[in-house]
């Protein structure tokens, strides 16, 4: 089992809808959770991160953890076509310092 | 405010040749530093880590190896390149004791 999965994609949905992304990870003693984007050719850039369970919102994102779940999913609302891009879910495992284990990431594509 | 740098951008190299890449750091002071590799269509391959000076962690054993000859340096060196280190490597630092970790623009190396 991964430690980190993620649908490959594509995702296609058109400008202005919610775009749901999802993330599930194997390790119940994770802590902290990371949501990147990367555009093509592009390094990733941190969109927003998650300790505790629930819903943390910024902007039109909004990261929402199930710890019991072990899952995390990140929303965007009011979708652009700027926001296509790779989005790279990422999570810290209690025992590692620093270590983060990444998704292999979501393609997103928001159609005009 | 900190800034991350990477050089080269892009590299084609043979096979058998060595390589360099470097990281430097501005802004703050002993980061946590880290090296990644993305080959096309996969996910984020942690190679290295570093939590001061001299002091290499590593994740995966390859034909790569990292320094950390100052304290925001980092630098990633092969004596041959294998066909297979292709693929778009990373730098990454974060705070001392936080795991946000943020990237630089990379490198993309190409081996022929």
């Known amino acids: 089992q991964k430690e980190v999965e993620q649908n490959s994609g594509p995702l296609s949905v058109p400008e202005g809808a919610i775009a749901s992304l999802n993330c599930t990870y194997s390790d119940r003693g994770s802590q902290s959770f990371f949501w990147y984007r990367q555009y093509s050719g592009k390094s990733p850039e941190l969109i927003m991160f998650i300790y505790s369970n629930g819903d943390k919102e910024d902007g039109r994102f909004t990261a929402q953890l199930n710890k019991a779940s072990q899952y995390v999913s990140l929303l965007i609302r009011d979708s652009q076509p700027s926001d296509s891009a790779t989005y790279l879910c990422?999570?810290?495992?209690?025992?590692?310092?620093?270590?983060?284990?990444f998704g292999r990431g979501t393609q997103l594509t928001v159609w005009p | 405010s900190q800034t991350i740098h990477q050089w080269p951008a892009t590299l084609v190299q043979p096979v058998g040749s060595p390589l360099s890449l470097e990281c430097t750091v501005e802004?703050?002071?002993?980061?946590?530093l880290y090296w990644y590799r993305q080959a096309a269509g996969r996910g984020l391959q942690l190679l290295f880590y570093s939590v001061g000076i001299g002091q290499i962690s590593s994740e995966v054993p390859q034909n790569l190896s990292a320094s950390r000859p100052q304290d925001r340096q980092f630098i990633l060196s092969s004596k041959k390149l294998l066909l297979s280190d292709s693929g778009f490597y990373l730098c990454?630092?974060?705070?001392?004791?936080?795991?946000?970790?943020?990237f630089g623009p990379g490198t993309r190396l190409l081996v022929l």
């Open positions: 802004g703050t002071s002993n980061p946590n």
């Open positions: 990454a630092w974060s705070f001392v004791g936080w795991e946000t970790q943020y």
């Open positions: 990422a999570v810290k495992r209690g025992s590692t310092l620093g270590r983060l284990y």
